[in-house]
């Protein structure tokens, strides 16, 4: 068990380009979650996967964003035509729910966007 | 809709010093309370979690916390502060009717004085 891996650790890109970033969730764990967090605020919930089919997204999440979760594994957050405000550490975490009870969220290093 | 507020957006004691952070939540539900320390340009890491059953939790490095249901309260203790302790530390609430997402407080700033 290596835990979750994001990819890249930290990204810096110009206002208008496109972003991607990767998250490889715990291997079995069939739940995984993005999350955004900015400058001195807690992490807020941006979208769910269980297994591969994308189940929640928050109103944060605009048209300019897109996830997705190929065949249940690793999954990818894509930002087309980035403005500054999406500066912030994006969060990947990942759970293994198979009981009424929710499991622990094992969380990532984060990716550090910073749209310039 | 489910909700975390953290008292005080920073705290700081002295080493050896009780550390205190205070957390409430609003919940129509049970509520499954999480508390979690984030060091700096990492990742979130869990220290303890309330699920069911006993209220007084113990958790990683010495903490605890205790699950009050009457004060809405899941405020986070450890007797005895130690400087590897400072960090950023969030209490969130599970949305365990819509998929287990996190709702977390704003967190607080823990400092250690030497």
């Known amino acids: 068990d290596t835990g979750v891996s994001q990819d890249p650790r930290h990204k810096i890109t110009k206002r208008g380009q496109n972003v991607t970033f990767r998250c490889d969730p715990i291997?079995?764990?069939?739940?995984l979650y993005w999350y955004r967090q900015t400058l001195g605020q807690g992490p807020e919930f941006l979208t769910y996967?269980?297994?591969?089919?994308?189940?929640?997204k928050s109103r944060l999440l605009s048209d300019r964003f897109s996830a997705e979760r190929p065949k249940g594994s690793f999954s990818t957050l894509e930002i087309q035509r980035t403005e500054q405000g999406d500066s912030a550490m994006y969060l990947c975490?990942?759970?293994?729910?198979?009981?009424?009870?929710?499991?622990?969220?094992?969380f990532g290093p984060g990716t550090r966007l910073t749209v310039l | 809709a489910q909700s975390v507020t953290q008292l005080g957006s920073h705290v700081s004691v002295s080493e050896g010093a009780l550390v205190l952070l205070r957390c409430n939540y609003s919940?129509?539900?049970?509520?499954?309370l999480f508390w979690y320390v984030q060091y700096p340009n990492q990742g979130l890491q869990l220290l303890l979690k309330?699920?069911?059953?006993?209220?007084l939790v113990k958790g990683i490095n010495g903490f605890e916390a205790e699950f009050k249901k009457s004060e809405t309260s899941f405020h986070l203790t450890k007797p005895s502060a130690h400087m590897s302790d400072a960090a950023e530390y969030f209490c969130?609430?599970?949305?365990?009717?819509?998929?287990?997402?996190?709702?977390f407080g704003q967190g607080t700033e823990l400092s250690v004085k030497p």
């Open positions: 975490a990942s759970s293994l729910d198979d009981s009424l009870l929710p499991d622990t969220q094992y």
């Open positions: 919940s129509s539900v049970p509520p499954y």
């Open positions: 969130a609430v599970s949305d365990y009717n819509q998929g287990g997402k996190l709702i």
């Open positions: 291997s079995e764990h069939n739940r």
């Open positions: 309330y699920t069911t059953g006993a209220t």
């Open positions: 996967f269980q297994n591969e089919a994308q189940l929640e």
